[in-house]
C-alpha cells in the first residue's frame, strides 16, 4: 500500500506531463477511483488511508489538508512530508511499473472529467458513499468502510466483463 500523497504525486506529475489542469476535488476523486479500482481487481488497497464520506463525496484528509490552499485553482506543487531534518520534501509517487501501468490507466479513463463531474459520479445511489452517508448523520469524519468500495468496483468489473463476452 502507499500513500495517498504518494498516489496523488503521481496524478499531479501526470497532469503537468500532459499540460492539464488538475485541482484539488478532481485529484481526490482520481485517489479515490485508483484506491477503488484497485482495490475491485486485487482484493487489496492501493492507499493505506481511510476515505471519509463528505458532502461533495469521498475525501482522502491528508490530500485535503495539503491542497485545501488551492481551493479549486490548479495544484502547483507535489505533496510533501517533513524530513527527519525538519524540512518537507516532495514524496515520491509509486515507483512500481505495474502500479504506475494501472495508474495511467485510471488518469486516461477519468482526466477527462471536471472535478464536480466526479464527484457527481462518486453520488450515485447505493454507492458506497451513499451507503456510508445514508449510515451516518451527513457530517464529516465518517468512513466509507472498505468493503462497501470494494464490493462497488467488483460488481463494475463483473459488468465490463459481461459485456465483453456478451460482444463475442
Known sequence: MYSAKAVANYFIERAKQTKSS???MKLQKLVYYANGWYLGTTGTPLINEPIEAWPYGPVIPSIYHEF???GRQPIKALATELTEDFDFAP???P???KVQRFLR?????YSKYSGIQLSEMTHAP???WDRARSLSSGGRGTDIPPEFIK????DALARIRARAAAKK
Open 105 to 109: 490507466k485510471v488518469w486516461d479513463t
Open 68 to 70: 485545501k490552499q488551492y
Open 95 to 97: 515507483q512500481d511499473e
Open 91 to 93: 514524496i515520491d509517487p
Open 126 to 128: 447505493g454507492g458506497p
Open 151 to 154: 464490493k462497488h468496483f467488483e
Open 22 to 24: 488538475l485541482d484539488p
